[in-house]
């Protein structure tokens, strides 16, 4: 079974009817005792670093979640949920991510002034390499953004997804398993859609 995690916040239900759409079983838990067991994870997201890393940290899914990256099983992380991968951000000073990568988030700063925080739309997205998330989906590719923060990885062994806004930046990672993205493959009409039938097949290869 697919689980999504809810920690309290986030797009769960736009989520979960995205793979339901798509004759995909999943649940959605807030209890971290479901986590193992699980056939593939999903943490989504919309909200602050902050509040999203303390709920998850209340309600005892930092360790799960943690240990369910480390078993090697597919886990896919949206938006929010790829940001907190990381180990900080400006979004919340102080507060520690959860660290499965080396890197941090930042504000954008666009270099044109014309364009606006937070960054909402369409945007082309290169792909560097294939890999079975990514199956079908064509190179350069549109997806659906909304965000304020970007992740700027130090981490140079990951499959690294770039967009553009007003300069270069991160919009996904990818390592085994592990796929998360800043856009929303939920929002992202057909090849968003596909994303999510690939991460299904990857669980069911489990």
């Not at 005892?60 to 943690?66: E, L, Y």
């Not at 940001?83 to 959860?98: K, R």
């Amino acid at each position: 079974m697919i689980s999504i995690v809810d920690y309290g916040m986030g797009n769960l239900r736009s989520v979960e009817k995205g793979f339901t759409s798509q004759g995909i079983d999943v649940r959605v838990t807030g209890d971290p005792d479901n986590i193992g067991d699980s056939s593939g994870l999903v943490l989504p997201g919309v909200g602050a670093f902050g509040d999203c890393v303390r709920n998850l940290r209340e309600r005892r899914m930092t360790g799960p979640i943690k240990d369910f990256i480390e078993s090697g099983k597919p886990f896919l992380g949206i938006c929010l949920g790829f940001q907190v991968l990381f180990e900080s951000s400006e979004e919340a000073p102080g507060e520690d991510g959860l660290g499965v990568f080396k890197g941090k988030v930042v504000r954008f700063r666009p270099r044109e002034k014309k364009l606006k925080v937070p960054h909402m739309g369409w945007n082309r997205v290169s792909v560097p390499q294939p890999r079975p998330i990514l199956d079908g989906i064509p190179p350069r590719s549109w997806f659906y953004f909304v965000h304020s923060y970007h992740v700027v990885s130090a981490e140079p062994s990951v499959c690294v997804l770039l967009s553009d806004y007003g300069g270069s930046f991160e919009a996904g990672v990818i390592s085994g398993k592990l796929s998360a993205f800043q856009f929303h493959p939920e929002k992202s009409s057909d090849y968003g859609l596909m994303i999510l039938r690939n991460f299904s097949k990857l669980c069911l290869e489990n």
